[in-house]
C-alpha cells in the first residue's frame, strides 16, 4: 500500500475553521430533514386502516433506530464545535492601575501593547475602579508600557514582558495578569507655612506660584497654611505678595522644582514644605 500524499495547502486557519462549522451546519439541516422524514413516515402508517400492531411496532423500531443514529452524529457533531471553542472566542487580559499611597483604583491612565519589534499594537484606558483591559489579543509575546498616566499622578515607568499562551494561562512580568498592578504616585503638594518670630501661626498671608503654564495664588488661613495641591513637575517660584495685617512681609523669591521622577525641591533642598516668617511692623508705642 502507497503513503498518502499531503500536499500543503494555502487555506489560512480562520478560512479552515469556517469551513468546518459550515459543514457542521451543512449536516446539522441534514439531519433535521432525516428527522423530519422519519416523523412523517411514523404518520403515515398510523393513518393506514389495515395497519397491525405487529407491523406499528416494526415501524417504531425503525423509526427509533434512525434517532438514535441522528442522536450520536449530533453528539459528534457538538464534540467538533468544541474543538474551536478557544479559537472561536478572543483572548482579552486584564490587570489594575492603583494610587501608591492610597491603593484606590485610578481611572485614565493609557497603556499600549508593543510587539517584539517594539510596535505598537492596541492601547487600553483604566476604567474608574483602575481595571485596564486589553481585548482580542493573539497568541505571542509582548510588553506592555504605560503611554499616559491619571491626571494628577506620575508616570509609572518600566516595560513589562507579556506573555499570552492561552486564554487561561497570560502572564505579566512571569505571574497572572489578573494578579498584576500598575501603581502610580501623585503629584506633590506644596505647603506653605506662615508664622510670626515667636513661631505663631498667621492668617492673611497671600502667597503666588507661577509656573509653567499656570499661576496660582493662595491665602493661608487661621492655622497659617496655605497647600498648592498636585503641582506638575517642572519649575516654579514661590513669592509672598501680601503679608498678615500688621507684618512686614518676606520679599525674597523661592525656587521650587518638582521633579518628574518624583520629589520636590525647594531652594535645592528636597522639602515639600516650607515656612515663612512675618515680622511684626514697629509702631510708635514700641519706642516709648
Given at each position: 500500500?502507497?503513503?498518502?500524499?499531503?500536499?500543503?495547502?494555502?487555506?489560512?486557519?480562520?478560512?479552515?475553521?469556517?469551513?468546518?462549522?459550515?459543514?457542521?451546519?451543512?449536516?446539522?439541516?441534514?439531519?433535521?430533514?432525516?428527522?423530519?422524514?422519519?416523523?412523517?413516515?411514523?404518520?403515515?402508517?398510523?393513518?393506514?386502516?389495515?395497519?397491525?400492531?405487529?407491523?406499528?411496532?416494526?415501524?417504531?423500531?425503525?423509526?427509533?433506530?434512525?434517532?438514535?443514529?441522528?442522536?450520536?452524529?449530533?453528539?459528534?457533531?457538538?464534540?467538533?464545535?468544541?474543538?474551536?471553542?478557544?479559537?472561536?472566542?478572543?483572548?482579552?487580559?486584564?490587570?489594575?492601575?492603583?494610587?501608591?499611597?492610597?491603593?484606590?483604583?485610578?481611572?485614565?491612565?493609557?497603556?499600549?501593547?508593543?510587539?517584539?519589534?517594539?510596535?505598537?499594537?492596541?492601547?487600553?484606558?483604566?476604567?474608574?475602579?483602575?481595571?485596564?483591559?486589553?481585548?482580542?489579543?493573539?497568541?505571542?509575546?509582548?510588553?506592555?508600557?504605560?503611554?499616559?498616566?491619571?491626571?494628577?499622578?506620575?508616570?509609572?515607568?518600566?516595560?513589562?514582558?507579556?506573555?499570552?499562551?492561552?486564554?487561561?494561562?497570560?502572564?505579566?512580568?512571569?505571574?497572572?495578569?489578573?494578579d498584576f498592578r500598575a501603581y502610580n504616585t501623585p503629584y506633590s503638594d506644596l505647603t506653605v507655612l506662615k508664622v510670626d518670630d515667636v513661631g505663631q501661626p498667621l492668617a492673611g498671608g497671600v502667597f503666588q506660584l507661577v509656573g509653567p503654564d499656570s499661576t496660582l495664588t493662595l491665602t493661608t488661613g487661621t492655622d497659617g497654611t496655605a497647600v498648592f495641591p498636585r503641582l506638575e513637575p517642572g519649575t516654579y517660584e514661590l513669592t509672598e505678595t501680601q503679608p498678615p495685617s500688621g507684618f512686614?512681609?518676606?520679599?525674597?523669591?523661592?525656587?521650587?522644582?518638582?521633579?518628574?521622577?518624583?520629589?520636590?525641591?525647594?531652594?535645592?533642598?528636597?522639602?515639600?514644605?516650607?515656612?515663612?516668617?512675618?515680622?511684626?511692623?514697629?509702631?510708635?508705642?514700641?519706642?516709648?
Open positions: 500500500m502507497s503513503i498518502p500524499i499531503i500536499e500543503s495547502s494555502e487555506i489560512q486557519r480562520e478560512q479552515s475553521v469556517t469551513d468546518i462549522i459550515l459543514s457542521v451546519a451543512l449536516e446539522q439541516t441534514a439531519l433535521s430533514h432525516i428527522l423530519n422524514a422519519e416523523g412523517e413516515k411514523l404518520q403515515a402508517f398510523i393513518a393506514m386502516p389495515d395497519i397491525t400492531a405487529a407491523q406499528l411496532l416494526a415501524v417504531n423500531r425503525s423509526v427509533k433506530s434512525m434517532v438514535d443514529a441522528v442522536s450520536k452524529l449530533e453528539t459528534h457533531l457538538h464534540s467538533k464545535l468544541n474543538l474551536f471553542e478557544t479559537v472561536l472566542q478572543p483572548i482579552s487580559f486584564s490587570f489594575l492601575k492603583l494610587d501608591t499611597s492610597t491603593g484606590r483604583g485610578l481611572g485614565g491612565a493609557v497603556f499600549a501593547l508593543l510587539d517584539l519589534e517594539g510596535e505598537q499594537i492596541a492601547t487600553a484606558t483604566s476604567r474608574p475602579d483602575g481595571r485596564v483591559t486589553f481585548f482580542n489579543v493573539d497568541k505571542g509575546n509582548y510588553t506592555l508600557t504605560e503611554l499616559q498616566a491619571p491626571t494628577g499622578y506620575y508616570y509609572g515607568l518600566g516595560m513589562f514582558p507579556v506573555q499570552v499562551i492561552s486564554r487561561n494561562n497570560i502572564t505579566i512580568i512571569g505571574q497572572p495578569a489578573a512686614q512681609g518676606d520679599t525674597t523669591p523661592h525656587t521650587v522644582e518638582v521633579q518628574y521622577g518624583g520629589g520636590m525641591l525647594i531652594d535645592d533642598v528636597e522639602a515639600t514644605s516650607l515656612t515663612v516668617t512675618n515680622t511684626p511692623i514697629a509702631t510708635v508705642a514700641d519706642f516709648e
